[in-house]
């Protein structure tokens, strides 16, 4: 019994950091509209500087600076905002698919650095030397684990929170508008591209929030934890969850990540011995059946959007549109 | 108990299995389960976790471990270490496994150990990691014991590069490596060692996969004039950087890792150019049990082991199971982990890889004996950080294929390897 709680905890904690990770992606593609095809960019910005910031000192590498662990975490969050602006200055006048792929050769450019660049993330070695708080007091086992799962759920708490309050605030219509049609916000006097940055940056400082609580959580990150991968499985996550809705974002986070481990524990349960040794493959069926299945059935997700709009506001864009015929 | 209960309908499907098969094994009214995470969904990733299978036949055959059954889970690493990692955890507290096998890659070993394995007291066994940060972390005492590796190829094959650069007199070398963990690790190992024996570097260069060219990386290791280069590439990079560097008016003196041991790489440069290439690799052991792994791997799976890591996988499956054995039924990792050094003392009785092997090992280990494991990569014997040494061999290209020139014992390897220090 124990061990299923303490495999429990385990599962919790990695599903609680990539639903963080998921609803930063929303406020950028759900709500804005923006198609980040590069979010394991700013996962892996968040993570490897917030090793950076917190580790010990390494032989023959940057860092080490041993700083407290919610300093880490917050500095692993700015580096992933400064990158997400400088990205953002240079991408976000491209529309849809030209922004993914743009977002896309970030991140694959950034794997790449860090692949090479020894002496800033230890190249293909990857980034090692946190010690993890309170790792050694608590025996490192169930009990850590299950600090930490209380802390990732209370960050995970606080983002959606904000992020619910961000989308029902004036600003958050702002980013509807912008969504559904840019012209139309300019032409009230809104800045388009000002408030696209802006959600831009705190989608990614939210991704690289999610990226430091995971190298911290291992105290380890290599280039083979920011392949194009993660992107994939994150989108996914958000499109079966619901795009739109924070709860949805949570909740996909939760269900194919569950999806993802526990087609693998079943097989290896029940396949016969024989069939053991193509259990990974058919596992990548499996996945990839309850993913075409959701978007068959139910394409907007397991929660839809919830559409707020006044009755006027209906009117107006039906006499834009109509405008524009 | 609860183990056992919940896991009768398996234990029935596997005896019912053996019975079939006709193993004398089926007896057994135990299971211990062993864990592994390998990357059977990758194409190289496969026969090594089905060479690990066998071992674990072979064992139950010889009946069992402790008087148990053997049964090894098997879960795919799919290369993502977030999904390894969830499947190690999931081994390891739902299994109950005191003993996990895996992974291959590097970057899916390390969060494993540092986040499942040692915290949990699990005894880790990796027959590929190569990353030299596993040394590092079990000198800071992280591993707790915990972790071994039967890879042993860089850090030997790299001294074994200096000692044929010093035995042919070269007096400068530059070298072209891999640009992954492997590829980075084995050139700055090598580039140490060639300036410890007096080789000077004249340059380093990386290179990454699948490139149509490489001869911006080939001009920049020109540059230095070398006398001769080392090449830690595989074949296909290998193949186009060697066309462009003699084309562009290169040594032919070339010292190659092991992963260049390829005809593929010998057919697609040419032999007329490779007359001066001398390679590196861990030794095929001269023990009659080294024989005997090959010529029953090709009994048992219709062709030869060809592919990375299949002796390694043996060998790690092998000595996992003998500690095991050692440690006695229900054992703890640690206590696992504390009894590789009994199954692997060279002061013990030989014994071979193999079903017999294990078999009269187990009679060696209940009469209070130790044993000296003879396996497929060699006379294994791991440091205090849990890595290898092995013997290695160096070898040249001819009509014929691959020939060998010279054999470099296990003593040799590691008092070669002190000297450098």
Known sequence: ?325 | MKKHMRNTSIAVGLAAGLTAIGGAAAAQDCTTKIGAVLPTSVDWGKPIAATAQYVVEQVNAAGGVAGCEIEMVLRDSQVDPKVGVDAAKALVDLDGVQVLLGAVSSGVSMPILTSVTAPAGVMQMSCCSSSTAFTGLAEEGKTKGLWFRTFATTGVQSAVAAMVAKDKGYKSIAILYKNDDWGQDIGKLAAADFAAVGVEVTGSVALNDGQASYRAEVTEALKGQPEAIYLALYPKEGTAAVREWISLGGTQNMIVANSLKSDEFRENVGLQYLGNTTGTDTASPRSASATRFVDQYTEHFGSAPSGPGLSNSYDATMIALLAMEAAGKDSSGEEIAAMVGKVTDPAGTPVSADAEGFAAAKEILAGGGSVFYQGATGNVRFDANGDVSAPAVTWGFSEGGIEELQYISLDEVDSFMGSLN
């Open chain 1, 1 to 325: 019994m124990i061990g299923v709680i303490s495999y429990l905890v385990f599962f919790s904690t990695v599903a609680a950091i990539l639903a963080i990770a998921v609803l930063g992606l929303n406020l950028q593609w759900g709500n804005t509209g923006l198609f980040n095809g590069g979010v394991v960019a700013f996962f892996g910005a968040g993570a490897y500087a917030t090793l950076i910031f917190g580790g010990t000192p390494q032989e023959g590498q940057l860092g080490g600076f041993a700083l407290p662990y919610p300093l880490a975490l917050l500095g692993g969050m700015f580096v992933a905002g400064v990158m997400a602006w400088i990205v953002g200055i240079l991408t976000l006048r491209l529309r849809h698919d030209y922004l993914a792929i743009a977002t896309f050769g970030v991140a694959v450019a950034f794997e790449n650095l860090m692949r090479n660049a020894e002496a800033l993330a230890g190249g293909a070695q990857g980034l090692r030397g946190f010690e993890r708080p309170l790792f050694d007091a608590l025996g490192g086992g169930l009990a850590y684990n299950s600090l930490f799962l209380i802390c990732v759920l209370v960050l995970l708490l606080a983002v959606y929170v904000f992020l619910e309050r961000l989308i029902r605030s004036p600003f958050g219509r702002l980013l509807r508008a912008i969504r559904e049609d840019e012209t139309a916000a300019r032409s009230l006097g809104k800045n388009p591209a000002r408030i696209r940055l802006t959600s831009f940056i705190t989608g990614s400082v939210i991704m690289g929030m999610s990226g430091g609580l995971y190298g911290t959580f291992y105290a380890f990150i290599s280039p083979q934890d920011v392949l194009p991968i993660l992107t994939f499985q994150i989108w996914a996550m958000l499109i079966v969850g619901g795009a739109g809705n924070n709860r949805g974002a949570v909740a996909g986070a939760f269900l194919i990540w569950g999806a993802w481990t526990a087609s693998g524990w079943a097989l290896s349960r029940f396949a016969p011995q024989e069939v053991q040794l193509y259990t990974g493959s058919v596992q990548f069926i499996l996945i990839g059946f309850v993913i075409v299945g959701m978007l068959l059935w139910r394409p907007q997700g397991l929660f839809e959007e919830k559409l707020v709009v006044s009755q006027q506001g209906r009117t107006a864009t039906k006499e834009l549109q109509g405008d524009r015929r």
